[in-house]
């Protein structure tokens, strides 16, 4: 895995827990999504074009669990979405 997988992957699943406990019933345990996903679009900016395809694709889409599940190594795990790629 690279440099840059390595750190997406760790955003991913930041992002992935922070969802989670937005969905808590405690709202004192709710923190904030946005700047998750800001960080995560700017780390996405910065893929090069030797990504692996699909990771691109997941990326572009903002598919982000998706993208999780792929650098997590459960690609298996996703499911088709409607864009009819993948």
Same mark, same amino acid.
């Given at each position: 895995m690279t440099a840059f997988e390595e750190e997406l992957r760790n955003l991913?699943?930041?992002f992935s827990e922070a969802v989670e406990l937005q969905?808590? %019933?405690d709202p004192a345990k709710k923190p904030p999504i946005r700047p998750l996903l800001d960080k995560l679009d700017a780390v996405a900016a910065r %893929?090069?074009?030797d990504i692996h395809p699909r990771l691109r694709h997941y990326l572009e889409q903002k598919?982000?669990?998706k993208a999780r599940?792929?650098?997590d190594g459960r690609e298996s795990e996703n499911q088709r979405g409607n864009c009819g790629r993948g």
């Amino acid at each position: 895995m690279t440099a840059f997988e390595e750190e997406l992957r760790n955003l991913l699943h930041d992002f992935s827990e922070a969802v989670e406990l937005q969905r808590s %019933a405690d709202p004192a345990k709710k923190p904030p999504i946005r700047p998750l996903l800001d960080k995560l679009d700017a780390v996405a900016a910065r %893929a090069t074009s030797d990504i692996h395809p699909r990771l691109r694709h997941y990326l572009e889409q903002k598919s982000y669990e998706k993208a999780r599940l792929f650098l997590d190594g459960r690609e298996s795990e996703n499911q088709r979405g409607n864009c009819g790629r993948g």
